[in-house]
């Protein structure tokens, strides 16, 4: 199948440059360098907890329970923006 197909063939490029590197004295990290972590900015707070203070929310991901609480007990998200 087409992934078997490319597995191998990775391998094969792997194993390649492990040979190479090898050949060179060096390590496959030391040709490739190291994987970067792409570099988020934290979110600002867009939501917060009426009766604590100090629990805020993005907006982005889960809701927490203290704004589903807040919600479900009639408050607006509008209510709870910072």
Do not use: C, M
């Not at 490739?32 to 939501?47: F, N």
């Amino acid at each position: 199948s087409k992934t078997r197909a490319i597995a191998a063939a990775t391998q094969e490029l792997q194993d390649a440059v492990r040979k190479i590197a090898k050949k060179h004295g060096l390590t496959v990290s030391e040709v490739l360098g190291k994987k970067r972590k792409s570099r988020t900015s934290p979110v600002s707070a867009k939501y917060r907890n009426p009766n604590d203070h100090s629990q805020t929310w993005s907006g982005r991901g889960r809701r927490p329970a203290w704004f589903l609480e807040a919600t479900e007990n009639g408050a607006s998200a509008e209510s709870l923006e910072i």
